[in-house]
């Protein structure tokens, strides 16, 4: 296996995220260059019983970065870009494609600051996966990615292409990235009670989580999403199916005392909302406990 360290494509945010798409990259002979923010010599990526080993080092500062790169995955959470804008001042120059693997439906916007020579893709991450206390990462699922279906995108594709990973290039891409986003937000109650999926079994929750993705759902359609009437349901429903100690990573953030990426989940309905003229009354209840459990203070 040819283990030569391909600085043509850098991961920046060697996560739970991050961690999967190198190891995916590693396992083919296209081993990235990693930028992150914690010293390690190697990620080990863990699947079943069985862990793979991708090596490094992780890059700690960018002054060890010596030429723009052709392709950068940016896998920090969306409260972490601007501590991560360093890398892409270095990393980015006009033909680098930065593809965003975060939740939410506003990766541009808030990426494209921090790289203006770039040429941004945001992607619907569909796998789960989830940093271990020793750093590793567990993976659970098959490792698929859905961007737009644009020429930038076909760069991410070749990338992957022959990988573990399966790039889906989309014309409905705003339909997929605003239903994983009412689901997102959706998951965002549970954060509030710091309860699993069970709790979707009360009959209150069940009415609540259905108004609130109506809500959302509005904002979706006012945005451009071709979405059905169906998807409230089909969330809850989904919620409703799963383990009942199944978590979310938002969860997972509220429960370490992390701050919580609640403002490209949550508030970005509402702030679309008022662009549009809608009223969301639930966002407006649910956004300030949302925000004062991620930032305080108290
Ligand atoms: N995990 C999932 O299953 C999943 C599924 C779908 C979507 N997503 C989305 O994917 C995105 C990434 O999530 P994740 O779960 O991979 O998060 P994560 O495990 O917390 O990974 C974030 C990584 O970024 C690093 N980092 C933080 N600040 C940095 C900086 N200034 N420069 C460079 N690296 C920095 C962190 O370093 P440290 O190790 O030092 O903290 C960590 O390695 C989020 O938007 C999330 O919502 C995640």
Known sequence: MNTEI????????????????????????????????????????????????VPGPVRTSPKQITRTADLVFLAVKATQIEAAAEWLAVLVGP?????????????????????????????????????????????????????????????????????????????DFSALAWRKLVQNAVAGLMALTHRRSGMFSRADIAELTLAYARECLAVARA??????????????????????????SILTDREAGRPLEWDIRNGVVARRGRAHGISTPISDVLLPLLAAASDGPG
Do not use: Y
């Open 223 to 248: 945005e451009g999403a071709e979405l059905g009437d169906e998807v409230p349901q089909e969330i809850l429903e989904k919620f409703q199916a799963a383990p009942t100690d199944m978590s979310t």
């Open 95 to 171: 033909e680098t494609v930065v593809c965003v693997l975060q939740n939410g439906i506003e990766q541009v916007q808030r990426v494209g600051p921090h790289a203006p020579r770039g040429r941004i893709i945001p992607a619907v991450v569909w796998f789960p996966a989830q940093a271990q206390s020793d750093a590793s990462v567990r993976l659970r699922g098959d490792v698929r990615l859905t961007l737009p279906d644009t020429a930038a995108s076909r760069v991410v594709a070749e990338a992957l292409q022959g990988t573990r990973c399966a790039v889906d290039l989309a014309a």
């Open 6 to 53: 391909n600085a043509a494509v850098a991961v920046v945010g060697p996560g739970a995220i991050g961690t999967t798409v190198a190891a995916m990259l590693h396992e083919v002979g296209r081993t990235p260059s990693l930028c992150g923010r914690t010293l390690r010599d190697h990620l080990t990526l863990l699947e079943g019983s069985h862990s793979m080993t």
